[in-house]
């Protein structure tokens, strides 16, 4: 394939793919780098993430998905890792750069793992205990944690002026004034959700190899979009089992969430 780069490594016969996407820009982060370069304690984050996925010992090679014409970083940016690497550039959603790697995976290949490099930290048990929970018969696997907060479905509507000038005349003096919050950061509640029904979804995600590549191919021709794998799978009507995910795999987003991935190390 064009624009893909491997460094060869022995495989098992009976292999586990990692795929590992950091092809996003990190435009919420605010950094000048893709966020996957971005350095915690000197250590750029799509090495932690390729280092853990290895250090779980279930990983046979990962293949990393690269922002387009930064191929040469993170090659170097995972220099020195002794397992099978493959980098490919990425495309224009998450869902485009997995469905480049899929075209990648080796014919031994039976099991993979779509992790994201923005939870560098999921730790290499959690990794494994999804990957091992993968069988015959279990065909995806995903980590979640319970959630914490209340969750509320919001009105498609935007919220009406003149409650939201309301709201805002209430914020204590010197925090945001009103005109720098943006109107759509404001809504109205339809309904709150039943918060014990709910998880928050985390990465890695480990599926059946023939699975993962049907519900890709599925989603390629009804133009369906989700926002991680298993919504993919769950639409092919394939149980999607949910085992307990880890306040450690944090996801990093925002500059606060990388504050903290910083003190945690
Ligand atoms: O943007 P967000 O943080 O939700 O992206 C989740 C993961 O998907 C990140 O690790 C990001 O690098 C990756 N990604 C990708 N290709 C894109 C967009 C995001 O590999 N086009």
Redesign the pocket.
């Given at each position: 394939l064009a624009n893909s780069v491997s460094i060869p490594g022995k495989l098992a016969p009976m292999a586990t793919t990692a795929i590992l996407?950091?092809?996003?820009?990190g435009t919420?982060l605010g950094a000048k780098l893709?966020?996957?370069l971005v350095l915690i304690n000197g250590v750029p984050i799509v090495r932690v993430a390729a280092e853990n996925l290895f250090a779980s010992g279930v990983v046979d090679d990962v293949i990393v998905?690269v922002p387009p014409g930064f191929m040469d970083q993170f090659t170097a940016a995972l220099d020195g890792i002794e397992q099978p690497l493959t980098f490919i550039e990425?495309?224009?959603?998450?869902q485009?750069?997995?469905a480049n790697a899929l075209r990648l995976l080796l014919p031994q290949c039976n099991k993979v793992l779509v992790h994201?490099?923005?939870r560098p930290f999921a730790p290499p048990e959690l990794i494994a205990a999804v990957a091992n929970a993968v069988t015959a018969q279990v065909k995806a696997v995903i980590p979640g944690l319970p959630v914490v907060d209340t969750i509320v479905q919001t009105t498609s509507e935007p919220a009406p002026p003149d409650r939201a000038v309301a709201w805002l005349g209430e914020l204590p003096a010197g925090t945001s004034p009103a005109g720098t919050v943006p109107k759509t950061d404001i809504a109205v509640l339809a309904r709150t959700l039943d918060r014990a029904a709910l998880r928050a979804v985390q990465t890695p995600q480990g599926f059946d190899r023939e699975t993962l590549v049907s519900a890709y191919q599925n989603a390629m021709e009804t133009g369906l979009t989700a926002t991680d794998d298993a919504g993919l799978v769950a639409a092919l009507g394939v149980p999607v089992t949910i085992i307990p995910g880890s306040p450690v795999a944090l996801?990093i987003?925002t500059p606060t969430d990388l504050a903290v991935a910083r003190l945690e190390r």
């Open positions: 996407t950091a092809a996003g820009s919420r893709p966020k996957a998905t990425g495309g224009e959603r998450r485009d750069s997995i994201d490099a923005a996801k987003t």
